[in-house]
């Protein structure tokens, strides 16, 4: 009979090796279980540190299965702990059989708190924060929630078995009910111990349950099973202050020029300038005190409807944490967010002011001109507001949102030397030159007239008025440097010298402006040395000043038929001419020619088109080869090319070897390689030259032309062009704010202060060296500066938030920057001395002074907090965690029991985790 074949062709046959559907989901969920190893075996494993599971980040592995139509996701949550080191003592797994076991009885991880804000893998699961599990499984629906009793069940069977078929000793846990509710029902195995885990979840709290002893009954009767060993209970309480009285925190919002002038000001005569720097709401929003008594035997305390012993103000521990604002508006940062709007307006300042439209280019040769009146710019000057500096002729103001007394005051603040007695003055450091820094931002030195303005524009355009305000204070400022350039004052705040690359754009115009001015007075009123005309050395004749002459007299013949020297500054050594014994002399040169680096581009952009075999460009390079070889002429009629090469290039002479002992004037030699080339622009130039001196030729740059270029530049300037200008400027401004404002036990306080200032430091520098970009196909430079904002914006918020901190807990010139770290950071930070630290007890008093507020009674609430019946309000959140473990009164060896209860006002949910020894069942 067992060797009888089976005939195919019966009716009857059935394949029973066909699985099911639930069969094939149990197979899936143990292949998943396998594949993600969740057996710990016989290994071991260390105990979890103080609130570790809350610091820690955690990893999250993901599958989805189907069971039927129904798709579900498996979730492997675990910490990602600091490896053991050698001399910590681990504890073996025979202690209590799993690390389920030893994380439900460890008290170091109760009441961590939960992040709200962050990356799912860093906040904390409330499965963590409730049973304090360092790694578990969770079985949830992907769409719909599972609320049929018949399918919990069905899917708890498959739970179980796939929890036995793969010994996992993981915990498993299956989402039920509304997934808002967070009520999850699990299972771990273990050898012959089964711990079920079970969620009881009401939006009212039961009579019973309000209070330890009633905990204490459900618990105990749950388990069924008498311990030798008391209950060991852990209750905290937590308390909410939101309301602070004499405590409260208020940035103050001071907008300079607003109230008057400065002898107005509370600080009086001088007082400082800034940005504002702040938030318009206190950011603290909510102080949880934490008061908890950490291992407590139910036999030792009582806690009931008519008595309890937890007092708070006798708990062991305090701990406080803190709730800011989510986005409190911040002063500085809004501020330049406004200013940042206005980067592409193409308005001019004539569609604001139409009676600039008909202004003229300015007479910039100085002195009284009768078309005057028919030819000056309509922008009014500083001198048509300020008297100490104008002449007294009064020009037509225009009429805009500053008044007068803010706009002098302005002024006052951007020119300082028009007042007898600067209330502003410029420091010696806003003037100096810059040093060479490349991580330095482009713009100019700090509290330099640059920087002033730019102060100023973002003042005027968030609080005086706009876009309005912007043209009004940039006409007046224009105005200003054209009255300036015309009576050769110069210019305050701009560092001196030939325009610096290194600063921005604005301060290199200013300081263009400085230079022609300087050149006009030289120009003017004759040079700072005197010339000597003598062919010997030593002779003291000074008779060659500027003058004007005839061309007779300036080609007139010395002795040997050349034209007499001129234009002589000094000898260059003991060096001689090539062709003569005559002394080589240095001729006086004309100044180099400043360049903006606009300018520069330009030039550059030009030869480019032109190519370097341009006549053109090869007049533009040489124009000043052409001018010192004529100088060198004039002052060295006898001599040659190669004398002027040995002054002007001494690299490409190359003296003879061996040298000459009888000849040390350096005479013996040639040219370079490069100068023998025929038709060379040296030689080219130097045959085309002629003996003119400096102060006879054409001037290489003329200060009045090139003045004119950057007044026209100022006045024509749109408002996007007027932003653009200024916003580096005004983003190292901020910088140098936050930096000033942020004292150092502030910055000890913020996390990472130096490292962040660092990094706004370092992207500031790169922005400002970009050229602007508009929108267009790479991020427009409006869009890097907002982001740059948004990271200035979060350090002024929590400098901010530690000087709310500081003034609340701690006594004027106290701080302690470590605490105040913990709570920037959301942490939990235990008080070093409890109830009797002196924090708690401006905690209580901050209560008492709340409580006395909503009462109306601050004065009585002031005598009764310090008096002896000082008390807390009813807590907003009540904790109680209850653990049993080791021997039984009768059957021996007992099973870990848990049970975690909290109540608050809107919900009561109770975490329970009961095992029992399956042996005998």
């Known amino acids: 009979m067992m060797n009888e074949e089976v005939d195919d062709t019966e009716f009857f046959q059935q394949d029973f090796t066909t699985a099911s559907d639930w069969e094939l989901f149990n197979a899936r969920l143990e292949e998943i279980f396998h594949e993600w190893k969740l057996s710990f075996g016989q290994g071991t494993f260390r105990k979890l540190a103080h609130h570790e599971l809350a610091s820690c980040k955690w990893n999250v592995a993901r599958e989805t299965i189907k069971f039927s139509d129904v798709e579900l996701q498996v979730a492997h949550y675990k910490a990602c702990l600091e490896p053991v080191e050698e001399t910590e003592t681990p504890l073996t797994s025979a202690a209590l059989g799993c690390q389920t076991f030893v994380d439900l009885m460890s008290t170091e991880n109760d009441y961590c708190a939960v992040k709200q804000v962050g990356p799912e893998e860093d906040r904390l699961h409330p499965l963590a924060q409730w049973y304090g599990l360092r790694e578990f499984v969770i079985v949830s629906p992907a769409k719909k929630s599972i609320a049929n009793e018949?399918?919990?069940?069905?899917?708890?069977?498959?739970?179980?078995?796939?929890?036995?078929?793969?010994?996992?000793?993981?915990?498993?846990?299956?989402?039920?009910?509304?997934?808002?509710?967070?009520?999850?029902?699990?299972?771990?195995?273990?050898?012959?111990?089964?711990?079920?885990?079970?969620?009881?979840?009401?939006?009212?709290?039961?009579?019973?349950?309000?209070?330890?002893?009633?905990?204490?009954?459900?618990?105990?009767?749950?388990?069924?099973?008498?311990?030798?060993?008391?209950?060991?209970?852990?209750?905290?309480?937590?308390?909410?202050?939101?309301?602070?009285?004499?405590?409260?925190?208020?940035?103050?919002k001071s907008i300079p020029f607003s109230d008057g002038g400065p002898d107005d000001a509370p600080d009086g005569p001088g007082w400082n300038v800034a940005l504002p720097f702040g938030v318009s709401v206190d950011p603290v929003a909510e102080l949880l005190v934490h008061c908890t008594w950490p291992q407590v035997a139910d036999n030792v305390v009582v806690d009931s409807q008519t008595y309890t012993d937890f007092d708070p103000l006798t708990a062991p521990l305090w701990s406080v944490r803190v709730l800011f604002e989510d986005t409190p508006v911040c002063y500085m940062a809004d501020c330049i967010q406004e200013?940042?709007?206005?980067?592409?307006?193409?308005?001019?300042?004539?569609?604001?002011?139409?009676?600039?439209?008909f202004g003229a280019t300015q007479n910039l040769d100085g002195g009284p001109n009768p078309l005057d009146l028919l030819t000056e710019s309509k922008i009014p000057s500083l001198a048509s507001v300020l008297p100490a500096i104008g002449a007294g002729k009064k020009q037509p103001k225009l009429e805009g949102p500053l008044n007068d007394d803010q706009l002098?005051?302005?002024?006052?603040?951007?020119?300082?030397?028009?007042?007898?007695?600067?209330?502003?003055?410029?420091?010696?450091?806003?003037?100096?030159?810059?040093?060479?820094?490349?991580?330095?931002?482009?713009?100019?030195?700090?509290?330099?007239?640059?920087?002033?303005?730019?102060?100023?524009?973002?003042?005027?355009?968030?609080?005086?008025?706009?876009?309005?305000?912007?043209?009004?204070?940039?006409?007046?400022?224009?105005?200003?440097?054209?009255?300036?350039?015309?009576?050769?004052?110069?210019?305050?705040?701009?560092?001196?010298?030939?325009?610096d690359s290194r600063t921005c754009l604005l301060h290199q115009k200013l300081q263009m402006l400085n230079v022609c001015m300087e050149r006009r007075t030289l120009r003017e009123g004759g040079l700072p040395f005197?010339?000597?005309?003598?062919?010997?050395?030593?002779?003291?004749?000074?008779?060659?000043?500027?003058?004007?002459c005839s061309d007779e007299e300036e080609g007139r013949a010395g002795s040997g038929g050349l034209p007499e020297p001129v234009g002589r500054l000094s000898r260059l050594g003991k060096m001689l001419l090539v062709g003569s014994d005559e002394p080589l002399y240095i001729p006086v040169t004309q100044e180099p020619v400043p360049k903006t680096e606009d300018q520069l581009e330009d030039d550059a952009e030009v030869m480019?088109?032109?190519?370097?075999?341009?006549?053109?460009?090869?007049?533009?390079?040489?124009?000043?080869?052409?001018?010192?070889?004529?100088?060198?002429?004039?002052?060295?009629?006898?001599?040659?090319?190669?004398?002027?090469?040995?002054?002007?290039?001494?690299?490409?002479?190359?003296?003879?070897?061996?040298?000459?002992?009888?000849?040390?004037f350096g005479r013996r030699g040639h040219l370079s390689s490069r100068m023998l080339i025929p038709g060379n622009t040296w030689q080219t130039v130097w045959e085309s030259a002629r003996a003119v001196p400096a102060r006879r030729q054409k001037r290489l740059f003329d200060d009045t032309k090139e003045a004119e270029k950057v007044l026209h530049f100022l006045e024509s300037r749109t408002i996007g062009q007027i932003a653009q200008l200024s916003m580096a400027t005004l983003f190292h401004v901020a910088l140098l704010t936050l930096s000033s404002q942020a004292s150092p036990s502030e910055r000890d306080a913020v996390p990472r202060f130096a490292e962040t200032f660092e990094k706004l430091t370092a992207s500031c520098c790169k922005l400002s060296r970009e050229a602007w970009a508009a929108d267009g196909p790479r991020v427009s430079s409006a869009a890097k500066y907002e982001q740059l904002l948004g990271e200035m914006m979060q350090l002024e918020c929590v400098v901010t938030q530690v000087r709310s901190l500081q003034r609340k807990l701690f006594d004027a010139g106290e701080s302690s920057p470590e605490l105040v770290q913990r709570m920037l950071q959301a942490h939990e930070t235990e008080l070093p001395e409890g109830a009797g630290s002196a924090m708690a007890r401006r905690l209580v008093n901050m209560f008492a002074e709340a409580k006395g507020a909503a009462n109306e009674q601050q004065g009585s609430a002031v005598e009764h907090h310090t008096g002896a019946n000082v008390s807390l309000p009813d807590p907003i959140e009540k904790q109680f965690t209850l653990r049993l473990s080791g021997e039984t009164i009768s059957k021996g060896m007992g099973t870990p029991q848990f049970v975690r209860a909290i109540l608050t006002s809107q919900e009561f949910r109770l975490c329970g985790a009961f095992s029992r020894n399956t042996t005998f069942y």
């Open 408 to 499: 002098k005051e302005m002024l006052y603040y951007l020119f300082p030397d028009a007042q007898q007695e600067p209330h502003w003055p410029y420091a010696s450091s806003s003037t100096g030159p810059a040093e060479f820094d490349p991580l330095k931002i482009k713009s100019a030195n700090p509290d330099s007239l640059v920087h002033r303005l730019a102060t100023l524009l973002a003042l005027c355009n968030a609080f005086f008025g706009g876009k309005r305000a912007v043209a009004q204070l940039w006409a007046e400022f224009a105005q200003e440097m054209r009255y300036r350039v015309e009576r050769c004052i110069p210019v305050p705040g701009v560092a001196g010298g030939f325009p």
């Open 530 to 548: 005197s010339m000597t005309s003598s062919a010997a050395p030593g002779v003291g004749e000074s008779d060659e000043e500027f003058f004007d």
């Open 150 to 252: 018949s399918q919990i069940r069905i899917l708890m069977s498959s739970i179980h078995i796939a929890v036995a078929e793969s010994s996992c000793d993981v915990p498993v846990f299956v989402q039920v009910m509304d997934k808002v509710q967070h009520v999850y029902l699990g299972v771990c195995e273990s050898g012959a111990v089964r711990l079920s885990f079970d969620i009881v979840h009401l939006h009212v709290t039961p009579p019973t349950c309000k209070y330890l002893s009633g905990l204490l009954e459900v618990f105990k009767g749950k388990i069924g099973v008498q311990y030798v060993e008391p209950v060991v209970v852990s209750v905290r309480f937590t308390y909410s202050l939101s309301r602070f009285v004499s405590s409260s925190f208020a940035s103050d």
């Open 608 to 664: 480019l088109k032109l190519g370097p075999g341009s006549e053109l460009c090869t007049q533009m390079m040489s124009a000043s080869l052409l001018s010192d070889m004529e100088s060198f002429k004039a002052a060295n009629p006898a001599a040659g090319l190669e004398d002027f090469i040995r002054w002007y290039s001494p690299r490409d002479w190359i003296e003879d070897e061996p040298v000459d002992e009888q000849d040390p």
């Open 339 to 357: 200013f940042l709007q206005i980067v592409n307006n193409r308005r001019a300042l004539t569609e604001y002011f139409s009676e600039l439209a």
